[in-house]
């Protein structure tokens, strides 16, 4: 680790590296840069059209992810290639270097850069969550801090508590299936003993099983 730098710096690189952004707010420094006509390979390459149309979906999507990083890590390249190029010019002009001008162009920089690192942690935990058993899984979640490590400093506290709430889950559930086998076991030996003891309508004919008398009877109630 190197010297400290000023709490002001420290918490914009902590929180853009490990936090989800305001939208509003990231998308006004997102729009505020664009790569200049002449570096136009400063940009996110494409897959070629005759490639992309033949790829599994999930490829693409694993690679659509990977765009938007890139894309952030351009976006971060964008106000410092602005800085370099203001800086050349007044240093050949002879004139001296506004700080007024360099601190929102490094500081917008630095949030871009964040940001990608950030997008970056969560691809990572993508890909390691097939990996991971299906009842933990949650911890691959947007909403799980991130820490110095990938998953948190929480982890075994998140794994404890995911593991009390699938047992009460599974509890609930078994209770749930056992109170319906009960219902169903009792309705069909209910059925078996009033069909045991034969029970007939008035006119002599065995008792429908919805209640009605006879099938014409039935049909009639159906009719609108």
């Not at 400290?4 to 305001?22: G, W």
């Not at 917008?108 to 097939?130: C, I, M, N, Q, W």
């Not at 209910?190 to 919805?210: I, T, V």
Request: proline share 5%.
């Amino acid at each position: 680790m190197g010297p400290e730098v000023s709490e002001v710096v420290a918490k914009r690189i902590n929180d853009s590296v490990s936090k989800k952004p305001l939208e509003t707010k990231f998308k006004e420094i997102q729009d505020k840069y664009k790569t200049p006509q002449n570096c136009r390979l400063l940009c996110v390459p494409k897959v070629n059209l005759e490639l992309w149309h033949d790829l599994p979906r999930n490829t693409k999507t694993k690679d659509l992810g990977l765009q938007e990083i890139q894309k952030n890590l351009v976006k971060a390249a964008q106000p410092m290639v602005q800085l370099l190029d203001s800086v050349l010019k007044n240093q050949s002009e002879k004139k001296p270097i506004e700080m007024a001008t360099v601190i929102p162009l490094v500081a917008d920089a630095v949030t871009l850069l964040g940001h990608a690192s950030y997008l970056t942690s969560l691809k990572r935990r993508e890909f390691l969550k097939p990996d991971i058993a299906q009842a933990y899984q949650s911890v691959c979640s947007k909403s799980n801090p991130m820490s110095t490590y990938l998953f948190g400093d929480e982890l075994p506290k998140h794994i404890k508590e995911i593991s009390e709430v699938n047992k009460i889950a599974k509890k609930t559930m078994s209770r749930t299936h056992g109170h319906a086998s009960s219902r169903r076991s009792g309705y069909h030996n209910d059925y078996k003993s009033n069909s045991a003891h034969g029970r007939y309508s008035q006119r002599g004919g065995r008792r429908h099983f919805l209640g009605y008398g006879n099938k014409a009877a039935y049909a009639e109630r159906r009719q609108p």
